[in-house]
């Protein structure tokens, strides 16, 4: 049990005192001062505003934590959504461009084809080719016969005497072929 108490006998000075009572048994009175008292309530209250303001410091610091972190992903998806929009935009620029240009490489390279194909169609319009193995003739028998060989003449001799323009005279027998002009 505590009291208060004001010079008199139990104080001898004019600073109030707050006096514990002791149910007696010898144990002795504890004297604080005002002072004390209050000055230990303050730093007690001190203390608790300390670790309150720490953790609402540190609820605080998590909370902004968490919201910085929320933006930042929202951020990132926002970002990383742009730039694949991008992506596909280029990607699908460029796909355009190739084939475009697929296309107009394909027209060049058939039209070469093309003209090679006439130019070595036109040559070939202008060979004779053996009637016997079907290679470059040098020898010219008759209207449309023609052989690349003494040798394919006279093999194909046997069927071709039957049918072959040429005068008989002498000039018509397999080996006297005259050789086909070259030009």
Not at 79 to 90: A, D, N
Not at 118 to 132: D, G, H, S, T, Y
Request: proline letters at 2%; glycine letters at 6%; aromatic letters at 8%.
């Amino acid at each position: 049990m505590y009291c208060f108490t004001t010079g008199g006998a139990m104080n001898n000075g004019s600073i109030p005192k707050i006096v514990k009572m002791s149910n007696g048994g010898g144990g002795h009175q504890i004297d604080m001062t005002i002072e004390e008292k209050t000055r230990k309530l303050m730093v007690d209250l001190q203390k608790h505003w300390t670790i309150d303001y720490k953790n609402s410091q540190e609820k605080a610091l998590v909370e902004l934590t968490e919201k910085l972190h929320q933006e930042f992903l929202a951020d990132q998806l926002k970002i990383r959504s742009e730039l694949l929009q991008q992506f596909k935009e280029q990607l699908e620029q460029t796909r355009t461009e190739m084939e475009l240009k697929y296309r107009e490489d394909l027209k060049a390279e058939s039209a070469k084809l093309n003209e090679k194909h006439r130019r070595e169609l036109a040559a070939a319009k202008k060979k004779q080719w053996c009637w016997q193995c079907e290679n470059e003739a040098i020898y010219h028998c008759c209207w449309n016969t023609a052989y690349c060989s003494v040798d394919c003449q006279q093999g194909h001799w046997a069927t071709h005497r039957k049918f072959c323009r040429r005068k008989k005279g002498g000039s018509g027998a397999p080996g006297n072929a005259a050789p086909a002009m070259q030009s």
